[in-house]
Every structure is written in C-alpha cells, then in structure tokens.
C-alpha cells in the first residue's frame, strides 16, 4: 500500500508492518494506525528511528531504545494495562521512547515516563505510563545518544 509520510514522501508499504494502537498515543488518540521507518532501508545502525502515522502523514514521532538510553530500563505498569496486546516474551516485545528534539541537540530529551509498548506478534501496540518514580518526562540523552553513534561508527 502506498503511504504519505512527512520525512520519506511516499512509500510503498507491506501491510504486515502496520501497527495498531487502539487508543492511540497520548495527545494523538484519534490516530491509531501506525509503522516504523528507518533512515536507511535495512534497519541497522539507527540509533533514531521513526514512529511514522498512517493516518496523518505529517505525524512522525522519533523514537528511540530504551536501552540506547538506560541500560536498566525496566518500567513498572499493571500487567491489565498490557493485556489488549497479547502475550508478551522478551522475543517480541518492543519498547520505544518518544523523543523532543529541539533545534538545539544537546537538549534533546526522551520520555522515559510513557513508553510505546509493541508485540511483534500481534501488531498491537500502546503507550503505558511508568509507575517509577524515578522515569521523567523530559530525560536528557544527549550524551548517550553521542556514546551510542560513536560505538556504532555513525
């Protein structure tokens, strides 16, 4: 199928890359169909990828690992609140986090508070709310972001 995005013009889809999130993302709930891009065609070495919808073209939301940002990311919700999605494993489970990059990069921040949670498997996905204490909204990352690229050779 062919998609409108903001970054990447028009693409050619394969629909078995749609992700569905039926209450959408939090300030996006009207738009629930979704697929990640990469900006090169084979998926590696991305540390920033895109959260790209398919009801909006102009929606594209950088996302990122956790794990490029925290290493011991683990995020505490109620199991109910994951259930919709299907049977989690650590073989299909996806964790992204919402990036703010302002024109000034060393202030780019990742929140780490409400993380985009996906099954592989079922191409459902939803946005869940940390209940640790500790996971900001606005968590500077820039620095691990830098460390991430220069380990990977970008």
């Known amino acids: 199928m062919l998609v409108k995005t903001r970054h990447f013009g028009e693409i050619d889809l394969d629909?078995?890359?749609?992700?569905?999130?039926e209450d959408g993302?939090?300030?996006?709930?009207?738009?629930?169909?979704?697929?990640?891009?990469y900006n090169n065609e084979d998926g590696n070495n991305n540390t920033i990828s895109w959260l790209q919808s398919l009801d909006e073209p102009e929606l594209a939301l950088p996302v990122i690992s956790p794990l490029t940002v925290m290493a011991d990311y683990n995020p505490i919700v109620e199991d109910e609140v994951l259930q919709p999605l299907g049977e989690l494993t650590?073989?299909?489970?996806?964790?992204?986090?919402?990036?703010?990059?302002?024109?000034?990069?060393?202030?780019?921040?990742?929140?780490m508070k409400a993380p985009l949670v996906i099954n592989a498997?079922?191409?459902k996905?939803?946005?869940?709310?940390?209940?640790?204490?500790?996971?900001?909204i606005k968590y500077n990352i820039y620095d691990?972001?830098?460390?991430?690229?220069?380990?990977?050779?970008e």
């Not at 299909?92 to 921040?109: E, Q, Y």
């Not at 691990?144 to 050779?153: L, P």
């Open 25 to 37: 993302i939090i300030g996006f709930e009207n738009y629930k169909r979704y697929t990640i891009l």
């Open 144 to 153: 691990q972001v830098k460390k991430s690229k220069e380990a990977k050779g």
């Open 121 to 123: 498997d079922t191409k």
């Open 90 to 111: 650590e073989e299909n489970v996806i964790i992204l986090l919402t990036l703010s990059v302002p024109s000034d990069l060393t202030k780019m921040t990742a929140n």
């Open 15 to 21: 629909e078995n890359k749609i992700i569905t999130f």
């Open 125 to 136: 996905g939803c946005q869940i709310i940390a209940e640790n204490p500790d996971y900001m």
